[in-house]
């Protein structure tokens, strides 16, 4: 079937729908649901479908309009002039229907659990951890999406050992994806005397949030340990058994949470983040099996691969998958100019897939 063929079809789909969501009074709720799912991803498509069949039309005429001997020479101008413009705006728009075609991360209007943990550095890789957490919220107010911190281990300097964030709104997985990997920064730590630049990391990793549905969890797989919270980290220390620690036993994957005062809810928020990290464990076999045929990807998903510099003393960030380099460290950490970052990242990913479609 031509592009032109499958969207044409799509155009038509997308009517037999309106009409069927025209009569919402006399469908089943299940059937509305399913029917309206389906108008919303279908409706992008079928309106690029129609400004394309719109441009081609148009070019069309104004091609036979040339043809006419008793054109007006200032009209023939105009013509060639707008077929001129249509020669650039239709491939345009049939490069926004290619991308708009490729197969959907089922993840990516998912919400988004990120767990950042500090790494080489000590004191300072703990510091910028926090950095990178304040980054995210700051980012995220901007977004208008809802920001709660799940998890966090403080070092006695206010540094950050790990933590773990939810993020929800609309498509937040699509746009923090790419966060995933080893940040890097480089910078005269405050407790440097000499002046020295030092280099520390910090972990990122981006989990897209799953539903009980996504992932089943059996009771009888886990093994859960309460103890008394404690030391720097949970937002108090109480003296009852309120601290969590919940063991997958056949996957070895351990999440603890203690922040809460409430055993009750550091349970579920454990079980939250637990659910997640085997979400995310299971798209990774699936993406490892498509990637065997992949010549090229954005990074190798690698969690210990470095994407990401952020250079203090030249005030610029570099990533490294994209090689982007913006001079613009204040604005970056602020959030304001992540999306600068982001929307590269994306339209890389769109391209590589569009060459594997078309290989």
Do not use: C
């Amino acid at each position: 079937m031509s592009l032109s063929e499958k969207l044409q079809k799509l155009i038509e789909r997308r009517q037999l729908l309106e009409e069927k969501l025209s009569h919402a009074h006399t469908l089943p709720s299940e059937e509305f649901v399913k029917f309206s799912k389906e108008h919303a991803e279908i409706q992008p498509v079928a309106d690029a479908a129609i400004k394309l069949q719109t441009a081609q039309k148009e070019q069309d005429d104004l091609q036979a309009m040339l043809k006419d001997p008793s054109l007006d020479p200032e009209m023939k101008s105009i013509a060639q002039e707008e077929i001129e413009q249509l020669k650039h705006r239709i491939p345009e728009i049939e490069h926004e229907i290619k991308v708009l075609l490729l197969p959907k991360d089922e993840a990516d209007e998912r919400n988004a659990i990120i767990e950042i943990r500090a790494g080489t550095g000590g004191d300072e890789a703990a510091l910028f951890a926090k950095d990178l957490l304040e980054m995210y919220e700051k980012y995220a107010l901007l977004k208008g999406w809802k920001f709660e911190l799940l998890h966090l281990t403080e070092t006695d300097i206010g540094g950050v050992k790990d933590l773990s964030i939810s993020i929800a709104g609309k498509n937040v997985f699509a746009r923090l994806k790419f966060e995933s990997g080893v940040h890097r920064v480089q910078r005269v730590p405050e407790t440097e005397t000499q002046g020295r630049v030092h280099t520390s990391a910090a972990t990122v990793a981006v989990l897209p949030e799953a539903e009980e549905v996504d992932i089943h969890i059996e009771e009888k797989d886990l093994r859960i340990d309460t103890y008394r919270a404690s030391g720097a980290g949970g937002q108090h220390v109480n003296k009852t058994d309120s601290a969590v620690r919940i063991t997958h036993i056949p996957t070895g994957v351990v999440v603890q949470q203690q922040d809460e005062k409430s055993q009750h809810k550091n349970r579920a928020r454990a079980l939250k983040i637990l659910r997640a990290r085997l979400y995310d464990i299971q798209r990774e076999k699936i993406a490892a099996e498509r990637a065997k045929d992949r010549k090229q990807q954005i990074g190798s998903g690698d969690r210990s691969e470095r994407i990401r510099t952020y250079n203090f003393p030249q005030g610029r960030v570099s990533d490294h998958r994209i090689n982007l380099t913006l001079y613009k460290i204040d604005l970056v950490m602020q959030g304001e100019a992540l999306d600068e970052i982001i929307e590269p990242l994306i339209a890389e990913s769109q391209a590589q897939m569009l060459a594997e479609v078309n290989e």
